[in-house]
């Protein structure tokens, strides 16, 4: 399980296209707003065969656990109850989660140092970078 490139705790340096993301996601104007100021840190660590994703921010803070491949339910920042499942794909962690008929998918890839992440729904990309705090 290639997850060690991602171990530690990341903070947002950029974020691009965020706010069409979550209006995709159906986010109400006042949370995006909100959500769109904060500046999260996330930390992954690995216990076993779990991977728990810490996501910490002056809005909310969330924790999936997980293992690899195997579908489970988390709720997410804004309140969405999902099916999510994540894997590992050739270095880049692709997590799914589905709800409601709808689906969208965050990509986590280590380029250069940093965690890229791109989230998608629909036609609507948005591209965060964190790095190792």
Request: proline residues 2%; glycine residues 8%.
């Amino acid at each position: 399980m290639m997850i060690e490139p991602f171990v530690g705790t990341w903070s947002l340096v950029s974020s691009e296209n965020f706010d069409e993301y979550m209006k995709e996601l159906g986010v109400n104007f006042a949370t995006r707003n909100i959500a769109g100021l904060v500046k999260p840190s996330v930390n992954i660590s690995v216990n076993g065969g779990k991977v728990t994703i810490r996501t910490e921010s002056s809005l909310t803070n969330t924790e999936i656990s997980f293992k690899m491949g195997e579908e489970f339910d988390e709720t997410t920042a804004d309140n969405r109850k999902v099916k999510s499942i994540i894997t590992l794909d050739g270095g880049t962690m692709i997590h799914v989660q589905k709800w409601l008929g709808k689906e969208t998918t965050i990509k986590r890839k280590i380029v250069d140092g940093k965690m890229v992440v791109e989230c998608t729904m629909n036609n609507v990309v948005s591209t965060r970078i964190y790095e190792k705090a």
